[in-house]
């Protein structure tokens, strides 16, 4: 696979931004890393390893972006409403610095979302908060319900990144154009959430693909098998 290595200064994030990339063409997928994990962990775990052959075919380019968990939702010394607004502006970060230079790179109009564990929440908040630029979602073991991370705070921050509680009344139309895949297994401590989503998706009449594979845990063996599923389906 061809690898490169990106590194920009975000006037976002008021601080540098690393990723890599994996391929030349083809569809672009901005893949998150779980719960304050790095660009590089996917490669290292061996998800990238795992759809080699779609990357080397030209059918995806694969962007592995950093995360800033230990900066917003993980970072309690900070309140409630500080670490959501630093998720903000990672969001915005994605919406009109990474998307742009995706699209420009792939000449495709929309790119896709994917991420195992809490990176499948990112996956599917950013998805469902701008489903205007997202053609699919790939979620693996994702969570969707953020709550648990803010002591009890709530607010307006909070219910607009709270896939759970902003998508029933979320009557976007792209909506119903996203091909959505939620992926968990009869063992995943997250089988609860991607059941509950797709309660709430099924209530729209939005179509998507649950899928609980049995026998297996919350864990890469099991996403490096979603993943390649998934992406051979484009």
């Not at 790939?138 to 709550?147: E, K, L």
């Not at 609860?192 to 709430?200: G, M, R, T, V």
């Amino acid at each position: 696979m061809v690898e490169t290595y990106k590194k920009w200064y975000s006037p976002h994030l008021s601080a540098d931004f690393e990723l890599l990339t994996f391929g030349e063409s083809g569809y672009p997928i901005v893949l998150f890393p779980t719960s304050m994990g790095r660009y590089y962990e996917p490669k290292d775990f061996k998800l990238l390893e795992s759809v080699a052959q779609f990357v080397d075919a030209g059918k995806v380019k694969i962007y592995c972006v950093d995360s800033i968990d230990k900066l917003s939702w993980y970072n309690k010394s900070l309140s409630p409403a500080d670490r959501i607004r630093n998720h903000i502006w990672y969001d915005q970060l994605i919406l009109k610095e990474l998307a742009p230079i995706a699209r420009q790179e792939t000449g495709k109009e929309k790119i896709i979302t994917a991420g195992c564990s809490f990176g499948g929440y990112h996956a599917a908040n950013f998805a469902f908060r701008h489903p205007w630029l997202v053609s699919h979602l790939f979620s693996m073991s994702g969570i969707f319900d953020i709550r648990g991370q803010l002591d009890g705070f709530y607010n307006d921050d909070a219910y607009f990144n709270n896939p759970i509680d902003f998508l029933p009344h979320d009557q976007n139309r792209e909506l119903w154009n996203m091909k959505i895949a939620l992926g968990t297994t009869d063992r995943d401590p997250c089988k609860p959430d991607n059941e509950k989503l797709s309660k709430i998706l099924t209530a729209k009449g939005i179509d998507h693909w649950l899928d609980i594979r049995d026998h297996a845990d919350h864990d890469w063996p099991i996403w490096r098998e979603m993943f390649p599923a998934y992406i051979s389906q484009l």
